[in-house]
């Protein structure tokens, strides 16, 4: 695996699947961030294709479309990771699901404690749902989900082994990045001037310094350039590209067999599209081994697409949210397999990046 290294030379804009359009309420429009796989692998292949030869308009030659996993729902010959947050050249991830605590302060969140599956009740969801729940001499008042944290590579690593984070491991989201308003108008080809009607608002994202976009990438990378600038998201902003020999660095496996069970935690890092949500008592999600238990999912997030070959927009889908984790029960003959997941995505579309997975334990 190689590294792909994405720095703004200005704001960014990536906006919702809301209307764009005259007339339809489109003040203020927000920016998603981290932005769509698709979004930095699109931004990707085309400074490759431009390396290659191509004009920047049009369609790819045969020669160079093949070499670039072509235009298939999944990429043939090539698997992309991410997008992840870098700052200061490490790694940051969106807090667990799975982790709640007071978030009255501006360094860190207080008294964070973990959820794990409960003993089994009835419910909307069946007859014996495990719910997740925190330890019996835990108390939960005043604890909520940590949305707007991130965590080092070191916290992370904490929470796979089923301990919380310390003080030094959490990233405030305000230290990564902060919302821009812009204001525009378009302008006429033909006069030069300010067209009537059409003032427009959004917001775009800003990174803050030592921060940066980085993603993944294997295959055969013969004539891809180590540096280029980029058109990268809405309005055509400017990024650097470059490309560095060393891969992602993820939280190392934390995996471990109690008896003959073996009890771990799928991590979501990037939005993941199963082809079915995971339920309780499901077997095998996408192809992971064991029986599904519980889950903490944050809100679903809805993603889309452009196709390039229509000139459309692709329906938009609901994700699994960065920070979803999933617990599943397996026999502990099964460790191996479930280790080949650790780092690797999962889900439709993986090869794009979506679906970046960690695997850790609960207790």
């Known amino acids: 695996m190689e590294r792909l290294l994405f720095e703004p030379q200005d704001t960014l804009f990536f906006r919702d699947g809301r209307p764009f359009n005259q007339g339809e309420g489109n003040a203020g429009v927000e920016s998603l961030f981290p932005p769509s796989p698709r979004t930095m692998v699109g931004a990707a292949r085309v400074a490759w294709a431009r390396a290659r030869g191509w004009a920047g308009k049009g369609r790819w030659i045969d020669a160079i479309g093949s070499d670039l ?100 491991d959490w990233v405030k989201q305000s230290s990564l990045w902060v919302n821009e308003p812009k204001v525009g108008n378009q302008i006429s080809s033909e006069t030069g001037t300010t067209e009537q009607g059409m003032l427009y608002s959004t917001r775009h994202i800003r990174l803050q310094d030592g921060v940066k976009l980085v993603m993944g990438i294997e295959g055969d990378l013969e004539g891809f350039p180590d540096e280029t600038q980029i058109p990268l998201g809405g309005e055509a902003r400017s990024a650097w590209l470059s490309k560095k020999t060393d891969g992602l660095s993820l939280p190392s496996l934390q995996l471990a067999a109690d008896g003959e069970n073996l009890r771990y935690a799928i991590h979501v890092l990037t939005p993941l599209n199963p082809k079915k949500p995971p339920e309780p008592g499901q077997k095998e999600f996408e192809g992971l081994p064991g029986k599904v238990i519980s889950a903490c999912l944050p809100r679903v997030q809805r993603w889309g697409g452009w196709d390039s070959k229509s000139f459309q927009p692709d329906p938009i889908k609901p994700h699994l949210a960065p920070g979803s984790v999933i617990f599943i029960e397996a026999k502990a003959s099964e460790i191996q397999n479930i280790q080949k997941y650790h780092g690797k995505n999962i889900g439709q579309r993986k090869s794009w990046g979506f679906g970046l997975i960690t695997i850790g334990q609960w207790n």
């Not at 989900?145 to 590579?153: E, Q, R, T, V």
């Open 69 to 168: 996993g072509g235009d298939e729902s999944e990429l043939v010959g090539l698997n992309f990771y991410g997008p992840l947050l870098e700052l200061d050249g490490e790694l940051v991830f969106p807090a667990p699901a799975s982790l709640i605590g007071i978030d009255d302060s501006k360094d860190c969140p207080q008294k964070t404690i973990l959820l794990h599956p409960g003993p089994p009740m009835h419910c909307d969801l069946g007859d014996s749902v495990q719910l997740p729940v925190p330890d019996v001499n835990d108390d939960i008042k005043g604890r909520k989900l940590l949305d707007g944290w991130y965590l080092i590579k070191t916290g992370l690593e904490k929470v796979l082994k089923g301990e919380s984070p310390d003080r030094t």
